[in-house]
């Protein structure tokens, strides 16, 4: 048997990522899915997480904002075959990721103190039921006698990353306020995954793997924002690169004919291992331009510092079919640019819209079954409801348009693999001046 034919199927599992770069995602609050261009953004809900040193044009007190999101939807990768077999072979995962956030924030003279807590990066849980496209490839690349049947492979994904920061604003003057924080961020990724096959009709293959990957890290936020006039406000914001080291602890069946298993070819995965995955630094830049009383239009963009940042970049796998040895994927610089609008249509209900466009900055080389961040278009829509001065509620929807991608990494052995997103998100937030 060619052992390197069977690492096609062993893939690196990981959840959707909701329109960013690499690992990280921006949806930290519901609000930032109707309108997610929130860098210069002053409101009760947002600014906290988007925009912190833009707090201080709040009025004075202490505030409370809280919010649950749903993302929804399925990730799709799609294989035809070389042979004479012309079906198309899909597999989906399913989607459903609650995400939560809450905040808490004073403003007093000109100094105020914020917690905050919610997504840093990751989505949720991805199972594929019916396995992934690599058992197909396996089956086409000719390995001779290697049947798999239906049912008896599958596969499970998570990636869950969460964010507590801890910081100041303050007043320079009417114009200019500065923020500082602390950022303590736990990471967790997850890989499950079975295969059962028969090698030349008489002889059974089985291997498996339960594989968890966790890590702490720090790093620092910085941000300032500028009233410039009565129409303008300028925020940025600069997230630092966050060091991540991911330790393993894991259960890991090889097959006891070959005494193969998953952690040959993603030895990140295997039992007490230890490989740095960081989440790169972020600048955030973004104006809001109050077009009268009714009406105003958000700007923003983040740049995401991939290149700089250590991503499994320690990691040597070996290709499946040729048997070389790689490092571990480099990444491209991210970016994202967004426009959102708020109307007033009275004095208690806003319509809130927005679209935002996602370069991730990954290449299809670093596209696995089922680990595969893909550009997007975000395009949202919602409501801010105020049923008193002191209480806001929003509610918001969106959905991301993802670009279909493919992968020829096999060359002439295998026909590219084509990998697809479809996914939306709702979402409620409460926000109170207490």
């Known amino acids: 048997m060619n052992l390197k ?3 096609v199927i062993c893939t690196l599992l990981s959840t959707t990522l909701l329109g960013s770069s690499i690992d990280h995602v921006q949806n930290y609050t519901p609000e930032y899915n109707a309108n997610p ?3 210069g953004a002053i409101n009760k809900s947002a600014t906290i997480y988007f925009n912190p040193a833009g707090i201080m ?5 202490t505030y409370f904002t809280g919010g649950l999101q749903i993302a929804f939807g399925k990730e799709t990768m799609k294989y035809d075959k070389k042979t004479g077999d012309k079906s198309s072979n899909t597999y989906d995962a399913d989607l459903l990721a609650p995400i939560p956030n809450f905040a808490i924030y004073k403003i007093q003279g000109d100094k105020a103190y914020f917690f905050t807590f919610g997504p840093q990066a990751g989505g949720g849980k991805l199972e594929y039921e019916d396995g992934v496209s690599g058992v197909k490839v396996l089956e086409d690349t000719g390995y001779k006698g290697m049947s798999v049947k239906a049912g008896t492979n599958s596969a499970t994904g998570e990636n869950i990353y969460a964010q507590a920061t801890l910081g100041t604003a303050w007043n320079v003057n009417s114009k200019l306020s500065l923020s500082a924080a602390g950022k303590i961020v ?3 990724r997850k890989l499950s995954a079975d295969l059962k096959a028969t090698l030349n009709d008489s002889i059974p293959l089985a291997t498996s793997i339960d594989s968890e990957r966790t890590a702490w890290g720090i790093g620092g936020q910085f941000g300032l924002n500028y009233a410039l006039n009565e129409t303008w406000n300028i925020g940025v914001r600069y997230d630092t690169p966050i060091k991540m080291t991911f330790k393993t602890k894991a259960t890991n069946n ?7 298993g998953f952690d040959a070819f993603f030895p990140q995965y295997d039992d007490g291992a230890s490989y740095r995955r960081d989440l790169p630094g972020i600048l955030a830049i973004g104006a809001s331009q109050k077009i009268n009383d009714k009406w105003t239009i958000f700007y923003g963009g983040n740049y995401y510092f991939n290149e700089s940042a250590n991503i499994d970049r320690d990691v040597v796998t070996t290709d499946p079919l040729t048997g070389e040895k790689h490092s571990g994927v ?9 426009l959102g609008t708020e109307y007033w249509i009275n004095d208690k209900i806003a319509i809130l819209s927005g679209i935002n466009y996602a370069k991730t900055g990954a290449n299809s080389k670093s596209y696995s079954d089922v680990e595969f961040a893909l550009n997007s278009i975000l395009v949202g829509g919602g409501i801010k ?3 008193s001065e002191d209480v806001e509620i929003i509610l918001a929807i969106s959905h991301y348009f993802y670009d279909s991608d493919s992968n020829d990494k096999y060359g002439s052995l295998a026909n590219p693999l084509v990998y697809e997103k479809n996914i939306s998100s709702v979402g409620v937030s409460f926000s109170k001046k207490l």
């Open 5 to 7: 034919k069977l690492g």
């Open 37 to 39: 261009a929130q860098q």
């Open 57 to 61: 044009r709040l009025e004075e007190g």
């Open 186 to 188: 736990y990471g967790y």
């Open 254 to 260: 090889k097959d006891v004919h070959l005494n193969l």
């Open 330 to 338: 480099e990444y491209k610089n991210g970016w994202e640019i967004s």
């Open 385 to 387: 409801y105020l049923p």
